[in-house]
C-alpha cells in the first residue's frame, strides 16, 4: 500500500521568509511518480511539479525548490522569500509509474496549511 | 484548452436525499477520476474510468454511490441516500495517459463540487 506524510498541518510565517514543507511517502514500488500540488482557498488543486523516482535532482522553478531524497524517501518543498500570495494548502502527492489498474491513482498526503502574513 | 468542467459548484441537501454532480473532461483525455475531498484530509480516489470502463472503484462506497460514463466523455457521479459524513467536496480530474506511464503528463483537476449534508 502506498501512503503519504505531511507532519506539518499548519506553518505560518511572515513575508520574505523561507519556508520548507516536508513530504515523506512509503511505497513498495522500485518506480513511482511523487507531486506537489497547491490548494488556494478557491478549492481548485493547481499542480506544481512532477518528480520521476528515476530522477533524484533538485529542481528549482522560480522561488519554489524541491529537494528528492530516495534514501529518506522524503520529497520536500520549499518556498524562497515567501509571499501573501503562496497561502493556500500544499499537497504531496505519490503515483504508481507503470503496471496495474492502479496507475495514474493519486494518493495524497494530509496537507500543509500554508499562511503567510504581510 | 478548455479545463475540467463541474458543476454545480456548491450544493446542499438533506440526509437522506440524492444528488448528482456531473463532470466533463477536458477533450481527448481517456481517463477520468472522481476523489472525494473531507475537509481538512487531502483528496482520496473513489473511482477511475478509462473511457467508458471502470478501471478501480475499490474505494467507492457501492450502498450509496454510483458512477457511470457514457460514451466515454461526461461523467456523472450519484449518492443516494445521502449521510451526513458524505459532506465533502467532490473533485473531478481527466488524464491523458492511457497505460504505463506518464510520459504525457496531462492530469488536470477541476475546481470540485462542495457538497453540505444537513
Known amino acids: 500500500a502506498q501512503k503519504v506524510t505531511q507532519a506539518q498541518t499548519e506553518i505560518s510565517v511572515v513575508e520574505k521568509e523561507d519556508v520548507t514543507l516536508d513530504c515523506v511517502y512509503e511505497t513498495r514500488d ?14 481548485e488543486l493547481v499542480f506544481l ?3 520521476n523516482s528515476f530522477d533524484e ?48 491513482k493519486l494518493t495524497f498526503g494530509q496537507g500543509t496549511i500554508l499562511t503567510v502574513h504581510p | 484548452e478548455a479545463g475540467v468542467a463541474q458543476s454545480p459548484r456548491y450544493k ?17 483525455h481517456a481517463t477520468l477520476y472522481w476523489y472525494q475531498q473531507i475537509l481538512g484530509q487531502g483528496p482520496k480516489l473513489l473511482i477511475q474510468f478509462q473511457n467508458n470502463g471502470v478501471v478501480d472503484d475499490s474505494q467507492l462506497p457501492k450502498d450509496r454511490f454510483s ?10 457521479l450519484k449518492i443516494q441516500p ?20 506518464f510520459q504525457n503528463y496531462g492530469y488536470t483537476f477541476g475546481s470540485g463540487t462542495r457538497l453540505t449534508v444537513v
Open chain 2, 67 to 76: 458512477a457511470e460514463r457514457l460514451k466515454g466523455v461526461d461523467s456523472t
Open chain 1, 30 to 43: 522500485t518506480t513511482y511518480y511523487l507531486f506537489w500540488y497547491k490548494q488556494p482557498p478557491s478549492g
Open chain 1, 49 to 51: 511539479i512532477r518528480r
Open chain 2, 12 to 28: 446542499i441537501i438533506e440526509k437522506r436525499q440524492s444528488v448528482a454532480f456531473w463532470c466533463n473532461p477536458i477533450s481527448g
Open chain 1, 57 to 104: 535532482q533538485n529542481e528549482i522553478s522560480g522561488r519554489y525548490s524541491w529537494n528528492f531524497q530516495k534514501s529518506t524517501s522524503s520529497f520536500n518543498f520549499t518556498i524562497t522569500a515567501s509571499q501573501v500570495v503562496d497561502s493556500a494548502v500544499y499537497f504531496c502527492a505519490l503515483s504508481r509509474n507503470a503496471g496495474g489498474t492502479s496507475y495514474g
Open chain 2, 82 to 101: 445521502a449521510k451526513l459524513e458524505d459532506s465533502a467536496v467532490y473533485l473531478c480530474a481527466s488524464s491523458s495517459l492511457t497505460g504505463r506511464a
